[in-house]
Structures are given as structure tokens and as C-alpha cells.
């Protein structure tokens, strides 16, 4: 064997613990160390997988060895079975040459071509899951993530000592299992420094480099959207990032048609992103979850749940705790509980969200928040438009795939930005007209409700034909759109002759209806959509501003056109001026939701009913009949 030479010395080798004896010969000298005394001899260690014997008849007769001595040995012979034979060296002078392990490190996206090949993989163990058989070991390098498998047996931990985020050489042969590669693992060693920081060095720069967004032109020429793109970069990357860490991602959304446009194309685009870069095809399952919010902001109830799932798994699967993604929710006060709770277990939180923003009580807690009220625009920029773009920085494979969500998006919020047309006019060259997309708009709505806090995976992606079955989405939604409709139609039979109509100071049209009272409870549609469809019911019939009020016994759910309701201004206001009535809700300018002691009813809403007939007037509010 070739070893660099400094001078004219004796040599001994000191073997580099992962050095097997394909690493030794005859003759050589190396250091050692006793592990074991017998009556005939001693046992040493000259690497962590090379071990022979000292015979008493080799030892000099004064010499006397305990475990844990140190010694200089020389290899006298192999044996036919493989056992060695050394015998003890004196010297008084000699020079000591590390020999590591010669080998070429295999790259993880390189392990589909050696399958049935003994590889050296090493990188940082980014899970310890201990499964009823063997123990797995996602190990991920610059180029990607696999499972490393390993038996003790059933279900008992193998290696003990490599822990999550260590540094590690693994030493297997590549297999496939039900599809997937993984490595069977015949050793795992856990690296020193230096070869331990400067791994963890190459993977911060790979994960860096990788985490990059994909650089996309806009779907439409929008300014408004064009300043909050930097932002939508920045979530983007750390996304990137934090599957290339293999950190799971739990995805918060709002029920409704907006908040399903802003999550599905995420999630499609993380679910590719996580196959190109993890060979495993459970990764998907492990790292990702959708999950909708009922409520327009994050519940303590949800944090809780949430937290809970994050400890579980980090306990009985070794993953670390998860990335907090908010979608069309997320920006206001009220959502600051929930991560106060999250921040006493250092949990990211990513926002992009279009609801009036409260930065103050926000940013402290979250480590990027997308909003267009930070960039002087409003509402009309939905968060599905913005996470379409999003989805798009995160995965080159949806180019084309999208085209008509950002359309049904605008739909389902009701917005009157200035490029709708221009997104209309996209879905129109995708296959689908006006009509067909606010069939999707109700579909979506309508599943909404009926999969309460159920994600509905493959049936949320044929209704919007996002990674979905098209055949499929073209039957469905007609289908769901007809039942939504129907059941619109019995809730007005229902609630339109209790409405009550006033004109307000600023010559509004003010109508209130008790949804509780005069709506099918626990039925498609729920409180909010009553109520809207009420409103837009009579902003065609009078043509003039309008504001609708549904009411429930503790909550009011709020809709205006042509008003400027700064919702969130009169939630804090009422606070002040009622204490104890426990105000809290927001919303956009046209659109928002309270709640409130349900014995504190009626004072609540006739100061709600007085701040709101002192509101701007204002053209720009005012919309065209939307069905």
C-alpha cells in the first residue's frame, strides 16, 4: 500500500476507525490497543473492525498488559479463517502515518444506478424512525435524502449512538423496496472533526445553493403583484430549504375557495419538490400535511393540535419539529396566542395571507409574512394569486398546470382587481370560460363545508384540476356546482323574507337577517355564505351601497359594497368602548367576521350598526353582480 512518506523513520500506521483489514499487510507496524487480557495472550484493537491476538509466546517475559494499554504491534500473519496474529514492537524511535479508509463516497442521486452494489454514503441523519423491524436512518447529502435500514432485531434500536443530525459514513448495499431506494445498512460511523464541520460546511452550501427559487415571469403583467414578488421569493427558498432538511411542513389554510387556491398548488409543488429530492416515495406522507382552518385566523385549538402531532412524531419517529405554513390566514391579532405557543418551542411560521394585517402582533413571531397591505395594496390581490406564483418559484413542473387558478381564486373572493380580465382571459386559453370557473368557485365551497376540517386530497384536486384526474374534474364539477346551487336556493327560501332593511346615515342600504334564527342550521350554506349570497342578492336589486349583517347568538358576519368598513379598526374600537364583551374578528374592507358574549348581543351591534353608518362612501367598492 501507497502512504505519503516524511523521512527515513520506521513506520507505524494508525488506522482510521472505519479501516478494514483490506487496509493492512504483513510486515507493517501499527498502533494499538488492548481490549482483552487471556491466560494465553492479549487481544488489541488496531481499528474499529480489526481486531487479532498478541500470543503470551511473542510477549516479551517481563511484559504485562491491561485493558485500555497502548502499544505499537507488527502483523505476523493472516490466517486461512481470517484471524490475526500480531506480536509487540519496541522502538525507540519511529514515525506515525495516518491510513484511512480509501474509498469514493457515493452521491444519494446517483443510488437508482448501483442498485445491488455495496456504496459509502456520508452526510447528516435528518430521521431516526424506529419502526417493529428494523431502524431507519434518513441520511441526506448535497444532492438529496435516502433511508438507511438496519436490524438488531424486532423492533429493537440499531446504533444507539447515532442520534438526529449527526454526522455519519455509512458503509450498505442498495436495494429497492416497494419501488423505493434505500440502503441496507452494514455499518454506520459517527465523524469527527474536522471531516464532521466540513461536511456540515459542503451541506449548508448545497442546501443554500438548492433552496434557490425557480426563476418564473408572473402569469399576467400586474404591478400591484410585482412588489410582493421579492417576498413571495423569500418564502419560497425557505420552503426549499426546509425540505432539503427534511423538516416537515404542516400547511394551514382557510376553508374556502381562496384558501384551497392558495394550498393545493403549494402542496403539489412541495410534493414534487420532495420527490426530486428524497428517495423514498413515503417522504411525501411523512414531510407534508394540508390542513384546513375553519376559522379566518389560527385557533389555539389548531396550534395545540398542531404542536401535539409535531412532538409525537419527533418522539416515536425521530423527525424534527415542523415548518408552520399559514395560508389565507395568519396576518392579525387574534392569531397571535396560537404562536406565542409554537414560539416556546422554536417553531418557523410562514405567512402569506391577504386579510387586513396587523404587523405589530405578527412579525415578532413569524420569520416571513407575505401580505399585499404591506405593499399599499388590499384585498383584491387574493392569497391564491399569490400562492399560484409561489407554487411556481417552488416547482419548474407546474408551468402550465396552473393557468386557470388564479381565475377561480378571484372568483371565490369576490375580487374586482384590476387583472381579472387578464386572468379570465389566461383560463379562457386554458379551456375554460367564465361560467365553468364559478362552477369551480362553488364546487370548492361547497366540499369546503362538507369536508369540514378534513383536507379532502384527491377530491379538493379533481374539483380544482390541480394534480387531479381532468376527465374527472369535468363531470364533478357540474355535478357539485348544481347540489351547491340547490341548496343556495332553499337557505334564500328560507331567510330572504325575514330580512330587515334600514338606510343608514351615509345612505346606505343596512340589512340584517338572524341566520340562526331563519336559516337551515347544520346545512349547506353555512352562516357566511348565507349571508353573502343575501348581499349579493340586494346589491343587484337596489344597484346602491349595501351593507348585510348575518347574526348569530355570539358571532356577526359582515359584507359591503361601496362601503369602506375598516373591520378591523371597529373591532378594536368596540373593545375599548364595551369591555367585557369580548369583541375580536377582522377581515378586509368589504368583507369580515366577529364574534362576541352572546349576552352582550344587542349593544354590540348597535354600536357596530352606528360605526358602520359613519363609513366612507366609496365608488371603487362598488361591484357588479357576481352570479
Known amino acids: ?199 456540515r460546511e459542503r451541506l449548508a452550501a448545497a442546501v443554500a445553493e438548492r433552496a434557490d427559487p425557480i426563476d418564473t415571469e408572473a402569469l399576467v403583467e400586474w404591478p400591484a403583484l410585482e412588489g410582493l414578488r421579492d417576498d413571495l421569493r423569500e418564502v419560497a427558498r425557505q420552503l426549499r430549504k426546509t425540505v432539503l432538511e427534511s423538516r416537515p411542513i404542516r400547511m394551514r389554510h382557510h376553508a374556502d375557495g381562496d384558501g384551497m387556491c392558495a394550498s393545493v398548488p403549494v402542496q403539489l409543488a412541495l410534493e414534487q419538490f420532495i420527490d426530486a429530492t428524497h428517495q423514498d416515495d413515503d417522504a411525501k406522507r411523512h414531510l407534508l400535511k394540508r390542513l384546513p382552518s375553519k376559522a379566518p385566523y389560527y385557533e389555539m385549538e389548531d396550534a395545540t393540535r398542531d404542536l401535539n402531532f409535531g ?63 404591506l405593499h399599499g395594496e388590499d384585498y383584491r390581490i387574493t392569497t391564491g394569486m399569490l400562492c399560484v406564483e409561489l407554487a411556481r418559484m417552488i416547482s419548474p413542473e407546474l408551468d402550465g398546470e396552473l393557468d386557470h387558478v388564479p381565475a377561480v381564486a378571484g372568483l371565490s373572493d369576490r375580487s374586482k382587481a384590476d387583472a381579472m380580465s387578464d386572468y379570465l382571459s389566461l383560463a379562457r386559453d386554458a379551456g375554460y370560460d367564465e361560467e365553468f370557473l364559478h362552477d369551480i368557485s362553488e364546487a370548492l365551497d361547497y366540499e369546503a363545508y362538507m369536508l369540514r376540517y378534513d383536507s379532502g386530497a384527491t377530491l379538493v384536486n379533481d374539483v380544482l384540476n390541480v394534480g387531479g384526474d381532468e376527465e374527472r374534474h369535468r363531470d364533478l364539477v357540474p355535478f357539485l356546482a348544481e347540489k351547491a346551487e340547490t341548496a343556495v336556493d332553499r337557505q334564500l327560501e328560507a331567510a330572504m323574507p325575514h330580512v330587515e332593511h334600514r338606510t343608514v346615515a351615509n345612505d346606505a342600504n343596512l340589512y340584517t337577517i338572524d341566520v340562526e334564527e331563519h336559516a337551515h342550521r347544520f346545512q349547506y350554506p353555512a352562516p357566511g355564505k348565507t349571508t353573502g349570497e343575501i348581499h349579493d342578492e340586494k346589491v343587484v336589486e337596489t344597484g346602491e351601497p349595501v351593507i348585510t349583517i348575518g347574526v348569530g347568538p355570539d358571532f356577526a358576519v359582515l359584507r359591503s359594497d361601496g362601503v ?64
Do not use: W
Open 1 to 199: 500500500m501507497s502512504d505519503s512518506r516524511s523521512d527515513d523513520r520506521p513506520v507505524v500506521y494508525r488506522l482510521s476507525p472505519d479501516c478494514t483489514s483490506d487496509a493492512i499487510e504483513v510486515g507493517e507496524r501499527y498502533h494499538a490497543r488492548v481490549n482483552g487480557v487471556v491466560e494465553y495472550g492479549v487481544f488489541v484493537d488496531i481499528s474499529k473492525h480489526v481486531s487479532g491476538l498478541v500470543h503470551e509466546s511473542d510477549m516479551p517475559a517481563e511484559a504485562s498488559y491491561d485493558v485500555g494499554d497502548d502499544l505499537v504491534v507488527e502483523l505476523t500473519a493472516v490466517r486461512d479463517n481470517g484471524d490475526l496474529s500480531f506480536e509487540p514492537v519496541s522502538l525507540d524511535d519511529y514515525e506515525t502515518v495516518e491510513r484511512a479508509v480509501q474509498y469514493d463516497v457515493t452521491a444519494v442521486d446517483t443510488l437508482t444506478d448501483r442498485v445491488g452494489d455495496t456504496v459509502h454514503l456520508e452526510g447528516e441523519v435528518a430521521q431516526v424512525k424506529q419502526t417493529g423491524g428494523p431502524t431507519i436512518f434518513r441520511v441526506r447529502d448535497e444532492t438529496g435524502i435516502t433511508p438507511c435500514t438496519a436490524f438488531e432485531e424486532a423492533g429493537v434500536r440499531a446504533y444507539p449512538d447515532v442520534g438526529l443530525e449527526d454526522i455519519v459514513h455509512v458503509t450498505g448495499e442498495v436495494e429497492t423496496r416497494e419501488g423505493s431506494i434505500q440502503v441496507e445498512i452494514e455499518n454506520v460511523e459517527v465523524l469527527d472533526d474536522p471531516a464532521a464541520t466540513d461536511l
Open 311 to 373: 412532538l409525537e412524531d419527533q418522539a416515536r419517529h425521530g423527525q424534527k419539529l415542523p415548518l408552520l405554513l399559514m395560508l389565507d390566514n395568519g396576518s392579525t391579532e387574534e392569531d397571535t396566542p396560537a404562536y406565542e405557543a409554537l414560539d416556546h418551542y422554536d417553531i418557523p411560521i410562514l405567512v402569506v395571507d391577504h386579510h387586513h394585517p396587523d404587523p405589530e402582533a405578527v412579525d415578532p413571531f413569524v420569520d416571513a409574512h407575505v401580505n399585499p397591505y
Open 564 to 627: 369602506r368598513l375598516d373591520i378591523p379598526q371597529m373591532v378594536s374600537d368596540l373593545n375599548d368602548e364595551l369591555p367585557g364583551a369580548g369583541v375580536s374578528g377582522g377581515g378586509h374592507l368589504v368583507v369580515g367576521s366577529i364574534r362576541f358574549v352572546p349576552g352582550m348581543r344587542e349593544q354590540v351591534l348597535d354600536a357596530l350598526i352606528e360605526k358602520m353608518a359613519d363609513a366612507e362612501l366609496d365608488e371603487e367598492l362598488r361591484s357588479a353582480p357576481t352570479r
